[in-house]
Structure formats: C-alpha cells, structure tokens
C-alpha cells in the first residue's frame, strides 16, 4: 500500500479530468459493454496511468472511463486485476485505493462466476450477499495506512443492505430474475474438481469466482460502499461436470450482459 504512487496517480488523473464522481464500476469478463451506455465520456488507457496494472485478460479491456450513466456521473473500469494473473494483493486492489482519493462513495462490482447451487442456472444474475474468503492472501496484511482506513475495518455487512435492496427493486420492475447468494473464491485459474465443487457447496457457498472479494475487502476498509452481481456461466454439478469452454462461458456473459446493463443503469439512476 504505497500512498506515494497512489498520490501520484490520483493527481495524473485529477489533471486529465477525473474529478466530481462518487460512483464507480468495476466491470469483469466479458461485461465490458456497459461502456457503450455512458455519454460523455473521457478515457484513458490502463496502460497510461503511472502505476497502475495491466490487465492481461483477452476479456478485460483495460480502460478507465468517466461518464454519466442515465444522468449519473460514474468512473467505470472496464477490466480488472486478478491475483492468479502474478499480481500481489495490494495491486489487485489498486483501483480501490485509487477511487478512495478520488471521492469515490459507492461502488458496484460485477464478474462471471460458476452456479454451485443446483437451482441456479447458466445465464442468469445472482446478487451477492455475503462471501467465503478462500484467496491465500488479502489486500490488509502489512501495516495498515489510516489515511485509507482503520486497521480492523467491520466487515459484517460487507455488501451493503441498502443497495442490494435497490437491486432487488430494480430487477423486480424490469423483470429481470434475480438470484440471492453467497460468493466464494478460488484463487484459479485453474477451475475446481468435483471434491472441490462438493466442499465449496457444504460450505454453504452458492457461486465461486477468481475475484471481487479482495476489492470488496478494500473498498469496505476504506469507507465505499459497495455491492457486487454475478453473472452466472457455467453450472457446476460434480456428479455431471462436464469440461468448460471459456467461449462459450464468454457467451453466456455476454448474452446475460443486456439484463445486467439494465440493472446497473437503473442501480445508479436510483442512488443519485
């Protein structure tokens, strides 16, 4: 957690215009669409920012965008930073700390995760509730920074009530169905075994993913409240597990990617 570079990409970023946005959105595989319904938009390029990651998933675009999304000003970034991909913990969350200087209150996190619920099907969104850690590391260790958050940030409603009952709402009147669930994480890429999809289920875990919950960690250690939407790619059944396409897993996202827009659009146009 080096708060020289991250003072020093907050100020680049501050001269190119990246200012007077409370609401940020970290989109993840293949849901980098959302872009196309922001309006006026200035962009930069991952690659462009001093210090800041590059996102070496084909999926991931790798672009910061700040718009207005049904009126709404919002920083969007279109791709996002994985642990398996090399990166330390503390660079998997850089865009956190990041929007933490920016002025950044409220976040909306999606990625792709497998159904280990049986009920839940392949395409459809599933609004996180809750999360199993299961990474090897997490964005804390060290020592901590004040100028970001207290040293033992609460993490017991660690996806904000509030705005899981806007979505809720939201998906209601759009007729979207949404599922309810707890997320759990892998540290991939790999995918799991079924001894793994068994445990991961008596766990108590609905869907499990390779991200989100270290950048839900940090945005609740430094005061942003946050929420986070699975689109769900694959079902993950051990008694019928079938071997994964990673196409048609970017399918399935981008098919369920209309309904998620739609509810992000309302998402923001609600809290503002």
Same mark, same amino acid.
């Not at 938009?41 to 390029?45: D, E, V």
């Not at 398996?84 to 990041?98: A, C, K, L, N, T």
């Given at each position: 957690m080096n708060l020289t570079k991250i003072k020093q990409t907050?100020?680049?970023? &501050?001269?190119?215009?990246?200012v007077e946005c409370e609401n940020a959105v970290i989109l993840g595989t293949g849901l980098g669409s959302l872009v196309d319904a922001v309006e006026h938009?200035?962009?930069?390029?991952y690659s462009q920012i001093p210090h800041f990651p590059i996102s070496t998933v084909e999926t991931h675009s790798g672009n910061l965008i700040l718009g207005n999304i049904e009126g709404v000003k919002v920083l969007v970034f279109q791709g996002r930073f994985h642990f398996?991909?090399?990166?330390?913990?503390?660079?998997?969350?850089?865009?956190?700390? &990041?929007m933490k200087f920016l002025g950044i209150k409220n976040l909306l996190i999606s990625n792709a995760a497998?159904?280990?619920n049986l009920g839940f099907k392949k395409g459809s969104l599933m609004l996180i509730k809750d999360h199993i850690n299961l990474f090897p590391?997490?964005?804390?260790?060290?020592p901590n920074?004040?100028? &970001?958050?207290?040293?033992?940030p609460d993490m017991s409603s660690a996806y904000n009530s509030h705005f899981n009952e806007i979505l809720t709402t939201v998906a209601k009147n759009l007729k979207i169905p949404l599922e309810k669930g707890v997320y759990i994480s892998a540290q991939g890429p790999m995918l799991e075994t079924p001894s793994e999809y068994r445990m991961l289920?008596?766990?108590?875990?609905?869907a499990v993913g390779m991200?989100? &919950?270290?950048?839900?960690?940090?945005?609740?250690h430094a005061g942003i409240k946050c929420c986070a939407l699975s689109v769900l790619t694959d079902e993950c059944d051990p008694d019928d597990l079938k071997p994964i396409d990673i196409q048609e897993i970017i399918t399935i996202a981008k098919k369920a990617e209309k309904k998620l827009v739609l509810l992000v659009k309302e998402f923001f146009k609600s809290i503002a």
């Open positions: 907050v100020d680049f970023l &501050i001269l190119k215009g990246f938009k200035i962009s930069i390029p398996y991909e090399g990166y330390s913990m503390q660079q998997v969350v850089f865009p956190v700390h &990041i497998g159904a280990i590391k997490h964005p804390l260790v060290g920074k004040d100028e &970001i958050g207290v040293r033992f289920r008596r766990f108590g875990a609905d991200s989100t &919950i270290p950048e839900v960690i940090a945005a609740n």
